[in-house]
């Protein structure tokens, strides 16, 4: 079974916050410019992902 489109874009919104949380884990952000810029993007990929959920949802008990 293939997976939903949903299932693609939550996996893709995951892994990039996977990769933000670890690269500023890991000490990665230049300056403290770069660290908000990464914390905002994180920010806005986890509203991103809780709306994609949402519509995921509504979708399904349509």
Not at 28 to 45: C, F, I, N, P, S
Not at 48 to 59: L, P, S, T, W
């Amino acid at each position: 079974m293939a997976d939903s489109v949903f299932h693609t874009m939550l996996t893709r919104l995951d892994e990039s916050r996977t990769s933000i949380a670890e690269h500023l884990a890991e000490g990665g952000a230049k300056d403290q410019e770069t660290y908000w810029k990464l914390v905002g993007k994180y920010e806005a990929l986890t509203i991103i992902r809780n709306d994609v959920k949402d519509i995921e949802k509504k979708y399904i008990e349509a």
